[in-house]
């Protein structure tokens, strides 16, 4: 088991930007891929960004590469989401989630946070 919390959410001005952190406690964060999935009102659950257990692979979406960078430490059971350049359609609900897959599939992702709100005002 792993329990996930996020950190980091708020309110930025569009071109702003914001850090989230994803703490793990539980067994064995080391051994889990990574990922961030978001969730704007009235839109299905979207990938963001995932990052391998050893931190060596990362992959994005189109809508967020070249803007957002997703880094990890083992060490502090930590996985953390850079965002910048933020717009407005980042708005969204932001989680993490930890599996022994490295995916970008949610459904592949059985642990999860409960999710913090992001919000870029134009």
């Known amino acids: 088991q792993v329990q996930l919390v996020e950190s980091g959410g708020g309110l930025v001005q569009a071109g702003g930007s914001l850090r989230l952190s994803c703490a793990a406690s539980g067994r064995s964060f080391s051994n889990y891929a990574m990922a961030w999935f978001r969730q704007a009102p009235g839109k299905e659950r979207e990938f963001v960004a995932t990052i391998s257990w050893s931190g060596g692979s990362t992959d994005y979406a189109d809508s967020v590469k070249g803007r957002f960078t997703i880094s990890r430490d083992n060490a502090k059971n930590s996985v953390y989401l850079q965002m910048n350049i933020l717009k407005p359609e980042d708005t969204a609900v932001y989680s993490c989630?930890?599996?022994?897959?490295?995916?970008?599939?949610?459904?592949?992702?059985?642990?999860w946070g409960q999710g913090t709100q992001v919000t870029v005002s134009s």
């Open positions: 989630a930890a599996s022994g897959v490295y995916s970008p599939y949610h459904h592949l992702y059985p642990y």
